[in-house]
């Protein structure tokens, strides 16, 4: 298994450092909004780098944050006249729900930044013992960039270069600095703003230093994945090294991940230019596992471009797959032997040459694009083979075998079997039962019960009639 590592900008053999075990931890999101379709493109690769590994046997500790204090969060808990907790909450909420319904798995950890200031407090404390931080006049914590010798390893930046070049470094108010590179580990408190104490000024935490802190907690010194969107490669990923390196005296992370941005009619999502999507906003006209197909159906390295087209093409190619799937169902049901014969073991062989295939391309820094275009190999070599003259586990296979691979992707393939007419009109008569005997609650609970499986039910004069969706 082959991973482009953007500390070395190559791609290197996945070797993890317990063997069997991967640890791997991708910066999640500030919450203070319904997540946006950028931000699910690191959800649904990471997942499904994930979904590979342990497709491979390998147990994957996955550590994924909330960064629950921000400025974001903060004004618009002023706007609200709420705490930033009821913001905070509500909206990782939300993001468990988008999460679900793109099929992305919850991480083994979610943690939460302002359940972690104790481990905060205590790695700037080390960095400041270390020479490696340093309290200003105000209490404000920074960390010496310049004291960490390697600093600019990963977005390969040098740092006189970084300093000459980079204006923003140079920002007025930050003049207690040492230099213009140092960065924040703890600021003072500002009026309505949640704080803690500290022995430097009553406060709260730079956003870097979370993710080194939960890294550490949840995984240890030393872990094999970090990953996030590529813009977390300068500054935040570079600080987050800088500080775990300086503080543990351990290299932080063996290999460095990032996903290109995802961009609307090739222009940059913005909210001001009126091109930004929520992924609520996709679900409205889409399945989310349509959202989730078309993020897979280009490689997590290269810029996607999102588009209704586009969609409309990922629609598409997933319904190839679960009509072919469907149709497996259909001749499964109906197949008139069980056994398999020999020549379908060996058209069955066949097929298992498409698992080799997919791996090969999921192997080669996982090329998701590749690896899709091989279930639609194996779509195509089901529709071709299996017909009604074919055995029960022979069309079995094939079905295991396309829902193997799909989940693999974390797309989900088979229809939800339909009610039969029998159990709708049992369910109804079982309400009107409860309806007589004044049980109002059972009966809601069927109607809804009915409704989520697609059957509308209506009370008319005659009797309660129902139809499918
Ligand atoms: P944020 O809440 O801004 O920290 O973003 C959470 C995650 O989403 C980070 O990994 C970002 O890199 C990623 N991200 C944000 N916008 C985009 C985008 N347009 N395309 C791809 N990834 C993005
Ligand atoms: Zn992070």
Redesign the pocket.
Known sequence: MKIYNTLTKKKEEFVPIEPGKVRMYV????VYNLI?I??A??MIVFDTVRRYMEHKGLEVNYVSNF?DVDDKIIKKAIEEGVDASVISERYIAECKKDMEAMNVKPATTHPLATQEICGMLEMIGTLIEKGHAYVAADGTVYFRTRSFKEYGKLSHKNLDDLQGGNRSLLVSGEDQKEDPLDFVLWKPKKDGEPYWASDWCDGRPGWHIECSVMSKKYLGDEIDIHA?????VFPHHENEIAQSEAANGKTFAKYWMH?????IDNKK?SKSAGNFFTVRDIAEKYDLQVLRFFMLSAHYRSPLNFSADLMEAAKNGLERIVTAVDNLNYLFANAQTEAMTEEEEKQLEEAKAYIAKFDEAMDDDFNTADAISVIFELVKFANTNADASKSKAFIQSLIDEIKQLSDICGLIVEKEAEMLDADIEALIEERQAARKAKNFARADEIRDELLNKGIILEDTREGVKWKRA
Not at 27 to 30: H, L, M, S, V, Y
Not at 228 to 232: F, M, S
Not at 259 to 263: D, I
């Open positions: 910066c999640g999101p500030t946006h950028g931000n493109r690191p960064t996030g969107g590529e813009d977390l996903n290109a941005f995802l961009n999502m």
